[in-house]
């Protein structure tokens, strides 16, 4: 489970996440909407401890993402904005490489990679090196390096961006396996269609604060709309109008 209290990141003058709070449970997809510049990744990025916050916490199943940041990303797998690969590593090289630097025992690694080279369908590319794949490809490479060790969380950084229709609709089936395992997932979007289809609660993001969390169900009817992105837009325009 990942829990956010009162969440705060500046950028010098720039304030990118003001107060944000929720709660992401184990066996559910929570969702993270909001426009572009909202803060949802700034707060990702707390989550898997690359900033600081300066005012507030986080937990990744108990654990402080602050004071024990090591112990919090051995209990997340995370997708960041961006690939990352090492070019001229081998996709497996590559999914191998996170494995060693997620304390896996080396007589466990080579089945392991195996077994998530077959989960994400990477075996075509598998032995080529990562310098020239498509976008497609890149994502489910690094989506491969953040489950390899198996982790109770996952975080994904609008992971859809750029896949084509075939490769999104794999991505979503995964996604949907992951919670029917039991893992907190945890992943932010700015496509609506994306985020009605696949997620159980909903924390709509602006201007750096959470303008309403709910299931979908509960921000069509606080908001009084009949339809998500009308509820959307509504939760977006009182935030600008506070």
């Given at each position: ?222 908001t009084g709309c009949d339809n998500l ?14």
């Amino acid at each position: 489970m990942i829990s956010v209290n009162e969440i705060h990141k500046s950028f010098g003058a720039i304030r990118a996440v003001r107060g944000v709070s929720f709660t992401a449970p184990d066996g559910k997809i929570t969702g993270l909407l909001g426009p572009n510049g909202a803060g949802k990744s700034t707060t990702l990025r707390v989550l898997y401890t690359v900033l600081k916050p300066d005012q507030g916490s986080a937990v990744i199943d108990g654990i402080d993402v602050v004071t024990d940041s090591l112990g919090a990303r051995q209990r997340m797998g995370a997708l960041p904005h961006g690939s990352g690969l090492y070019p001229h590593l081998t996709a497996r090289e590559n999914i191998a490489y996170f494995a060693h630097l997620c304390g896996l025992d080396r007589t466990e690694i080579d089945d392991r990679v195996d077994e998530i080279i077959k989960l994400l369908e990477i075996e075509d590319f598998a032995e080529r090196r990562t310098k020239g794949f498509s976008q497609g490809q890149r994502t489910k490479v690094s989506l491969a390096r953040a489950l390899v060790h198996d982790p109770q969380n996952i975080l994904l950084d609008e992971p859809s961006n750029g896949l084509d229709v075939m490769a999104t609709r794999s991505l979503r089936h995964l996604i949907l396996k992951l919670k029917d395992a039991g893992r907190c997932v945890l992943f932010s979007s700015h496509v609506m269609q994306e985020v009605a289809a696949l997620c159980d609660d909903i924390c709509i993001i602006a201007r750096g604060q959470v303008a309403i969390n709910d299931s979908a169900d509960g921000i069509r009817e606080r908001t009084g709309c009949d339809n998500l992105e009308d509820a959307f837009v509504h939760a977006i325009h009182r935030v600008a109008d506070d």
